[in-house]
C-alpha cells in the first residue's frame, strides 16, 4: 500500500516536472523566436531612440549601449539573463520599464477580454446546445447563420458601425476609451478593472459610465467567441447525442432536456474547458484591432503601438506576457479536466 | 400466459434516407403476456428495431406504422412524446446491451439508478437513494453503499449489467425489452445476470421480450420464441418446441449449432431461399 502511494506520488512529481519542462522550453523558444525576427526586421531601433537629427557620434554611443555590436546570441543570453532579474527593460514609448507599462494597460484589456469570453460562453453554449439538439431542423439553421457571420465579418468593420450606430445614431453606447472624461481618473485603482473598482467605491455612477462603454466593444470582440464556441459545442454534442447511454436515459423516461442537459451536455464539459481557455487566450490578443478602433487604452493598443515604433523591449515584453497566459490557461484547463472526467482520476 | 400486456399487429418500420428507403421491420405482429418472449435472427434482421420501436426510440428518420400497437388500453402508436415520457421507464423500461457503453460515463451509477426512479416517484433525495439501496442488493451486489459512488468505468460488466437491470426494474415495470442484455458479457458472469433478471421478472410478474441470437440459451430461458429474418416473423413458438421448428430457416439455424455429442468437421452453411423474402 506505502508502495504503491509512493510510487504514484513519485509518478505525479515527474509530471509535474515534465510538464513545467515543457512549458520552459515554450517560452524560450518564443522569446528566441521574437528576438531573432526583430533582429532581422528592417527597423533601426537606435534611431527610434536616438531620433533622425542624431550626428553620428550620439548613434554609435547608442549603439553600443544598446549591445547592438555584440553577436546576436550574446545580445539574446544579456536579454534573458535581464528577464531572469525581473528586468524587461524600459519602453521607448513611454521611458518606463516595460513591466510597469503592461501591469498599467493589462487590466484593461482583461475587463475588455473577460467580458467578451462571458458573451461567448453565455450565448455561444445555449446556441451550440440547440443547434445539436434540432440537427437539421429551425434552431441549426439559425444557429449556422449567426456563426457564419460572427466568423467572416471583419471585427473592425463591426466595430465602425457599430459606433455609428449605437454611438453616433442612438447614443446607446459609450463610444471611445473606458469610461466618460468627467469620470476618467475618478476612481480610485485597486484592480484595475473599472466596473470593479467603481463598484468597490460605491460609485454606481461611474460604474454606469464604464458599463456602457464596456458593453459594445465586449459584445464585437467575443462575437467571434460565440462563433467558435458555439460550433465546437454542436459538434461535441452531436457526438454525445449519439451514444448509447443517451438511449438509457431516454428509456428511463426523462425530458428531452433533461437527457440533452443532465446528460450528453455533462460529457462534454471537458472539451468545453479547453475550447473557453484557447477562446480566451486568442480574445486577449485579438484584442488589438477592437482596442484600436474603440480608443481603447489596453494591452493590445500598447502593443501595436510599440510594433510601429520598433521597440523591441516592449514587444518581446508582451509576447512573454501572451505566452504566459496561454501556458497558464492550459495549465489551469487540464487542472480542471480531473474535476469535470472521473475517468481522469 | 395471462392477460395481454403488448399487442403489436403489422407492425413495419422503415428508414428513409433522402430517396433511399429500408424497410427494416415487416408486418410483424405479436402478443406479450406474462412470459418471456424471445426474438431471435441473425443481426440486421430486424429484432432490436422492434424493441426500439415499442417505446417509439426509433431514430427521426424511421417511419412507423402498425395496424395495431397497444400496450394495454394505450395505444402506442397515436401516443405523443410526453406521454411516451410516462410510459418510459416506468411501464415499459429496456435494458441495453453493453453497460460500457449505456452508462452515462461521468455520473455515479447510483444516481444514474436514484434517477430512473425520481423520473416518475415524487421521493426525497435520501428517499431515492434508500431505495437504490435496496435494489442494488436484490440485484445481488455486496456492499451497495460502496458500488453506489462509483463510476461507470469503476465496474466490471457484470457489476455494470446488473446495475443497469436495477436501472430498469426500480420503478417496477410491467414489460421489460432485454435487447441482447448478455451478449457483451463472459460466459461466467452471463448466467448470473440472467439469473437475476429471471429472479426479478417473476417476483414482479413482468412480461419480458428478450432479444437474442443465442438459440441454446433462448431455448432454456424463454417461454415462446419468435424467430425473424430480414424483417419478419418467419416462425413463433413456444421455447421448449424449438427442436420442431418447421421454417426451413429456423431448421438451417438449429443445424448450424455445434454439439458437443455430435462432432462435426464441418458446420453445415445455412442455405438461403429467396421466397423467404416475401413469404
Given at each position: ?20 519542462g ?28 536616438v ?8 548613434y ?26 525581473g ?40 446556441l ?34 457599430g459606433?455609428l ?42 460604474f ?7 458593453v ?27 451514444q ?24 462534454i ?10 477562446a ?7 484584442a ?8 481603447w ?36 484547463s ?12 | ?54 417505446l ?10 402498425a ?14 412524446e ?16 453493453d ?38 442488493e ?37 414489460v ?17 445476470v ?74 453445415p ?11
Amino acid at each position: 500500500m506505502f508502495v504503491l502511494t509512493a510510487s504514484v506520488l513519485g509518478a505525479r512529481a515527474s509530471n509535474t516536472a515534465r510538464r513545467a519542462g515543457t512549458v520552459l522550453v515554450t517560452l524560450l523558444g518564443l522569446l528566441a523566436l521574437t528576438f531573432i525576427i526583430g533582429r532581422v526586421m528592417p527597423l533601426d531601433p537606435v534611431l527610434a531612440v536616438v531620433g533622425p537629427d542624431a550626428d553620428s557620434s550620439t548613434y554609435d554611443q547608442v549603439y553600443r549601449a544598446m549591445g547592438l555590436d555584440k553577436p546576436i546570441w550574446t545580445q539574446f543570453g544579456l536579454y534573458l539573463n535581464d528577464l531572469l532579474h525581473g528586468n524587461f527593460g524600459n519602453a521607448l514609448l513611454t521611458g518606463h520599464p516595460v513591466l510597469d507599462d503592461i501591469r498599467r494597460v493589462f487590466p484593461a484589456t482583461i475587463e475588455l477580454a473577460t467580458l467578451a469570453i462571458l458573451f461567448g460562453i453565455v450565448i455561444g453554449l445555449p446556441l451550440g446546445v440547440c443547434a445539436a439538439s434540432n440537427q437539421g431542423r429551425m434552431g441549426d439553421h439559425v444557429a449556422r447563420v449567426i456563426t457564419l457571420f460572427g466568423y467572416s465579418t471583419p471585427i473592425f468593420w463591426l466595430g465602425m458601425m457599430g459606433l455609428l450606430v449605437f454611438y453616433a445614431w442612438l447614443g446607446w453606447a459609450g463610444g471611445a476609451g473606458r469610461i466618460d472624461l468627467a469620470y476618467d481618473g475618478m476612481v480610485p485603482d485597486v484592480t484595475g478593472l473599472l466596473l470593479v473598482d467603481s463598484a468597490l467605491a460605491g460609485d454606481w455612477e461611474a460604474f454606469a459610465s464604464a458599463l456602457r462603454h464596456i458593453v459594445l466593444p465586449a459584445l464585437i470582440l467575443g462575437l467571434n467567441s460565440v462563433a467558435y464556441i458555439s460550433r465546437m459545442t454542436r459538434s461535441f454534442m452531436l457526438e454525445q447525442l449519439s451514444q448509447e447511454y443517451i438511449i438509457t436515459a431516454r428509456v428511463k423516461g426523462l425530458s428531452r432536456r433533461q437527457v440533452v442537459w443532465g446528460h450528453a451536455f455533462r460529457n462534454i464539459l471537458v472539451q468545453l474547458l479547453t475550447v473557453v481557455a484557447l477562446a480566451y487566450g486568442s480574445l486577449l490578443e485579438g484584442a488589438v484591432l477592437i482596442e484600436t478602433v474603440f480608443a481603447w487604452p489596453g494591452f493590445g493598443q500598447y502593443l501595436t503601438s510599440s510594433l510601429m515604433l520598433g521597440d523591441m523591449n516592449a514587444v518581446m515584453g508582451c509576447v512573454l506576457v501572451i505566452g504566459l497566459i496561454f501556458v497558464a490557461l492550459n495549465l489551469i484547463s487540464d487542472a480542471l479536466y480531473t474535476v469535470f472526467d472521473p475517468r481522469t482520476r | 400466459m395471462s392477460a395481454i400486456k403488448l399487442n403489436v399487429e403489422g407492425l413495419n418500420v422503415r428508414f428513409v434516407n433522402g430517396q433511399k428507403e429500408t424497410h427494416a421491420v415487416r408486418d410483424v405482429s405479436f402478443t406479450l403476456g406474462r412470459e418471456k418472449l424471445a426474438i431471435v435472427g441473425e443481426s440486421g434482421s430486424g429484432k432490436s428495431t422492434v424493441g426500439r420501436s415499442l417505446l417509439k426510440l426509433h431514430p427521426p428518420s424511421a417511419r412507423i406504422s402498425a395496424k395495431a400497437m397497444a400496450f394495454g388500453e394505450i395505444d402506442l402508436l397515436s401516443a405523443s412524446e410526453k406521454a411516451m415520457q410516462k410510459i418510459r421507464g416506468q411501464r415499459i423500461s429496456m435494458i441495453m446491451q453493453d453497460p460500457k457503453y449505456s452508462l452515462n460515463p461521468v455520473v455515479k451509477v447510483g444516481d444514474q439508478i436514484a434517477e430512473a426512479y425520481l423520473a416518475h416517484h415524487k421521493a426525497s433525495r435520501s428517499d431515492a437513494r434508500e431505495r437504490v439501496m435496496q435494489m442494488l442488493e436484490q440485484v445481488h451486489i455486496r456492499d451497495p453503499k460502496r458500488v453506489y459512488n462509483l463510476y461507470p468505468h469503476e465496474v466490471s460488466g457484470g457489476m455494470g449489467q446488473r446495475i443497469m437491470i436495477a436501472m430498469m426494474v426500480i420503478t417496477r415495470p410491467e414489460v421489460i425489452i432485454a435487447d441482447e442484455p448478455t451478449s457483451a458479457l463472459d460466459v461466467s458472469v452471463r448466467q448470473q445476470v440472467l439469473s437475476v433478471l429471471e429472479e426479478l421478472v417473476e417476483q414482479q410478474q413482468m412480461g419480458l421480450i428478450f432479444v437474442s441470437h443465442d438459440l441454446n440459451l433462448v431455448r432454456n430461458y424463454c417461454d415462446r420464441v419468435l424467430v425473424m429474418y430480414a424483417g419478419r416473423v418467419v416462425e413463433s413458438l413456444a421455447a421448449c418446441d424449438l427442436q420442431y421448428a418447421e421454417h426451413p430457416y429456423t431448421r438451417g439455424l438449429l443445424a448450424a449449432l455445434p454439439s458437443m455429442d455430435n462432432r462435426r468437421v464441418h458446420l453445415p452453411v445455412l442455405k438461403r431461399d429467396p421466397l423467404w423474402l416475401t413469404h
